[in-house]
């Protein structure tokens, strides 16, 4: 090729001052410059061969990771004590925070009503008693007398048998008078006891032993079931602190691995760094449609007081999946607008593989779709790498596994 450029344009003649040595070297380089520039010209115009992508490998393995969840401590008992009848506070002998025993008095209501509606319940009584006495004793007399002209009518002729059948009707009407008076002296008693029972309710007392953690009445504040400025409020209400109920909403993802008698850790704001633990007591068996969570509550032992209710708590909640997961390294995963996506590799092409993404496990993360154990996806997921692309592969020698 240079022999023929140099026939077909022939250098100039040296002139001649200039010495054979330099005359060469100007003409080789000049040949020099040309066949450069052609061999630069064929490597530009040679095609280029496909990339080369980073790969890993799926693997499959037992997901066992844990999450922080929030809580809330409740008390195991709470009851909210308003007055049964209507009444005005005598005395209080509870305060906010004060501890009570089962049984213990609470407050003291008077109703003077009440006085006078036990004294009328008790006339009631003697007079319904004495109407009874009044009938029973009709009744033996008249039974008496039955029995009298029963036995002279054995003698023919001595008593006539339409005075024996009127003998034995009277002793039959006073027998159904005795049992009306007994059951109007019954009525009479229950009607008294009831009242005697709603006396009783002026005694307020705790239904089990907890602490005071509100009170709404004072002395002279007038209180009932329906009536009075603080209808609408409890008297107090008292709650069990011994045992807690720490509630905790767990996402319907994360509700298969929950099992009874599991025991969780948890932290709260008031004591940091240090840890409780709760057993797994109960569990709802059903999502709250709202929020989509399951709630699960842990009883707390609180024998100590520290832990007060409606503390908000982390909760150390382990997550654990019935069968093995497949995981990506989570660059691996990509996404647009409309889908997520891994770049999967086969047979020396590129395919988009739909996926949804789960739990995070250190430099993996948790994926669902049309993938298997084993499959070869690119390091980085990217909709730069297109569909059908052929590629060279190289994996790392240290794999996300």
Not at 53 to 66: A, F, K, N, S
Not at 105 to 132: D, N
Request: aromatic share 4%; proline share 7%.
């Amino acid at each position: 090729m240079r022999k023929r450029e140099c026939l077909k344009n022939p250098p100039r003649r040296a002139p001649a001052w200039m010495p054979a040595a330099a005359v060469a070297m100007i003409v080789c380089s000049a040949l020099g410059c040309r066949g450069n520039g052609s061999t630069q010209s064929e490597k530009a115009a040679a095609p280029a061969g496909p990339p080369t992508l980073d790969v890993v490998r799926v693997v499959e393995r037992p997901i066992d990771v844990t999450l922080s969840m929030p809580g809330q401590l409740d008390p195991y008992e709470t009851v909210a004590v308003y007055p049964k009848v209507t009444g005005f506070i005598k005395s209080i002998r509870v305060d906010r925070g004060s501890r009570v025993r089962s049984g213990e008095v609470l407050a003291e209501l008077e109703a003077p009503e009440l006085v006078a509606q036990r004294a009328e319940a008790q006339s009631k009584v003697q007079a319904a008693e004495a109407q009874l006495a009044a009938a029973r004793s009709k009744a033996d007399a008249d039974a008496g007398t039955y029995d009298r002209l029963k036995a002279a009518s054995a003698t023919p002729g001595v008593v006539a048998g339409n005075d024996l059948v009127l003998a034995q009707k009277s002793v039959e009407g006073d027998q159904s008078q005795v049992a009306a008076a007994q059951q109007t002296v019954e009525a009479a008693r229950q009607a008294l006891k009831s009242i005697t029972q709603m006396e009783g309710y002026l005694r307020v007392t705790a239904p089990f032993d907890g602490v005071v953690t509100e009170r709404n009445v004072h002395p002279g504040t007038l209180v009932g079931p329906n009536s009075g400025s603080a209808a609408a409020l409890p008297m107090v209400r008292v709650v069990d602190t011994d045992r807690l109920r720490l509630v905790v909403p767990v996402p319907q993802a994360y509700t298969a691995g929950v099992t009874r008698g599991g025991t969780m850790t948890f932290t709260v704001a008031a004591y940091p760094g240090q840890k409780f633990e709760g057993t797994v007591a109960r569990i709802a068996q059903a999502v709250d449609v709202k929020t989509r969570t399951m709630p699960v509550e842990l009883d707390v032992t609180n024998r100590d007081g520290r832990l007060a209710p409606g503390t908000f708590c982390q909760v150390v909640w382990p997550i654990r999946r019935p069968t093995p997961s497949l995981l990506v390294p989570s660059g691996s995963v990509g996404s647009t607008t409309d889908r997520t996506f891994v770049v999967r590799i086969r047979e020396g092409k590129t395919e988009w593989v739909d996926v949804k993404t789960g739990l995070a496990s250190g430099p993996l993360v948790e994926v669902f779709g049309e993938l298997r154990a084993g499959d070869t996806v690119a390091v980085r997921g990217t909709d730069e790498i297109k569909a059908g692309t052929a590629v060279h592969t190289r994996e790392p020698a240290r794999t996300a596994s």
